[in-house]
């Protein structure tokens, strides 16, 4: 059974950092491309980071352009989300996602809550 489970969601400060964790289980984790999306209330999902199977590439959107970063432990099948200066237009469900290369669709996280207000 695929699962990913997302953590360290939570109500922070403008300019204060969070660590969202994700932790998968059912499926090779380490043939999977891991992404992190986004959305805001009352907004569409959004891709915030994405990284590939090596973790050697990152990508990244540009509002999380030089606040987060990406990264992924093959071994501990896990993928996490740094975010430093975080801006309450951060506030949003972060979800995690697990794509296998060539394919459109994927897995999803239950989703855990950031919210940045003062």
């Known amino acids: 059974q695929v699962q990913l489970v997302e953590s360290g969601g939570g109500l922070v400060q403008p300019g204060e950092s969070l660590k969202l964790s994700c932790a998968a289980s059912g499926f090779i984790f380490s043939n999977f491309i891991m992404r992190w999306y986004r959305q805001p209330p009352g907004k569409e999902r959004e891709l915030v980071a994405s990284m590939d199977t090596t973790g050697r590439r990152a990508d990244y959107s540009d509002s999380a352009k030089g606040r987060f970063t990406i990264s992924r432990d093959n071994a501990q099948k896990r993928v996490h989300l740094q975010m430093n200066s975080l801006k309450p237009e951060d506030t949003a469900v972060y979800y995690c996602?697990?794509?296998?290369?060539?394919?459109?669709?994927?897995?999803w996280g239950q989703g855990t809550q950031v919210s940045v207000s003062s």
């Open positions: 996602h697990a794509r296998y290369p060539g394919h459109s669709d994927g897995y």
